[in-house]
């Protein structure tokens, strides 16, 4: 798949800076960052279409397309593929945004890395608890997005 002539999926829900605090010995980002990052976002997502508190139960299918380096604008999508009675599949992207100027690579946008990130609504013990029944059972190859209300796609 070549991600590099592709656009974003999903909505951006977050958008935060690589520092150098995040690199790992070669002097790229952490894998571990990445993964974080894509959890905090999709947790958003997750937490968006709960209406409440929601855990992350699975993370699958990552693939490391390319490298983050320090400076690199970092830029998480999200979108839902399905909902069940109390998980949310969530599809998440890390798209880079170059916005340094050094080797002429200012203005680039790619993806680097994908996943498919699982949550549970939970109550307040912890315990699955049910979606609100109008948002249960979506499935994005067969549901309109609108189905989930989200405030915004
Ligand atoms: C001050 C606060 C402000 C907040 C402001 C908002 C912030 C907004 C952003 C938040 C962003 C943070 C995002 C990070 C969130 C963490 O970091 S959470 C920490 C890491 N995760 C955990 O500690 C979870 C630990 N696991 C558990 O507690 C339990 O396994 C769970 C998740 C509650 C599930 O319990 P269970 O008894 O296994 O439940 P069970 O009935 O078998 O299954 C429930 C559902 O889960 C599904 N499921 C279970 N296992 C799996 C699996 N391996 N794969 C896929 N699905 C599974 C089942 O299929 C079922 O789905 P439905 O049929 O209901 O749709």
Same mark, same amino acid.
């Given at each position: 798949?070549?991600?590099? #002539?592709?656009?974003?999926?999903?909505?951006?829900?977050?958008?935060?800076? &690589?520092?150098? %605090?995040?690199?790992?010995?070669?002097? @790229?980002?952490?894998?571990?960052?990445?993964?974080?990052? /894509?959890?905090?976002?999709?947790?958003?997502? =997750?937490?968006?279409? =709960?209406?409440?508190?929601?855990?992350?139960?699975?993370?699958?299918?990552? #693939?490391? @397309?390319?490298?983050? /380096?320090?400076?690199?604008?970092?830029?998480?999508? &999200?979108?839902?593929?399905?909902?069940?009675? %109390?998980?949310?599949?969530?599809?998440?992207?890390?798209?880079?945004?170059?916005? %340094?100027? %050094?080797?002429?690579?200012?203005?680039?946008?790619?993806?680097?890395?994908? =996943?498919?990130?699982?949550?549970?609504?939970?109550?307040? @013990?912890?315990?699955?608890?049910?979606? =609100?029944?109008?948002?249960?059972?979506?499935?994005?190859?067969?549901?309109?997005?609108?189905?989930?209300?989200?405030? @915004?796609?």
């Amino acid at each position: 798949m070549n991600k590099e #002539t592709e656009s974003p999926k999903g909505q951006l829900v977050l958008r935060t800076l &690589a520092m150098p %605090s995040d690199t790992n010995p070669h002097g @790229h980002i952490f894998g571990g960052w990445i993964m974080s990052q /894509m959890d905090v976002g999709g947790g958003i997502l =997750a937490q968006e279409i =709960a209406r409440g508190r929601i855990v992350t139960v699975n993370a699958s299918s990552i #693939t490391f @397309h390319k490298p983050a /380096m320090v400076g690199d604008v970092v830029c998480c999508y &999200a979108r839902c593929l399905k909902t069940g009675t %109390s998980s949310i599949t969530i599809a998440i992207e890390i798209w880079v945004k170059k916005i %340094s100027d %050094s080797g002429n690579s200012l203005g680039q946008r790619y993806c680097i890395t994908d =996943a498919i990130y699982t949550y549970v609504s939970v109550d307040k @013990h912890n315990k699955p608890r049910p979606l =609100a029944e109008q948002f249960q059972n979506f499935n994005c190859e067969t549901d309109d997005i609108s189905k989930l209300a989200l405030s @915004h796609t």
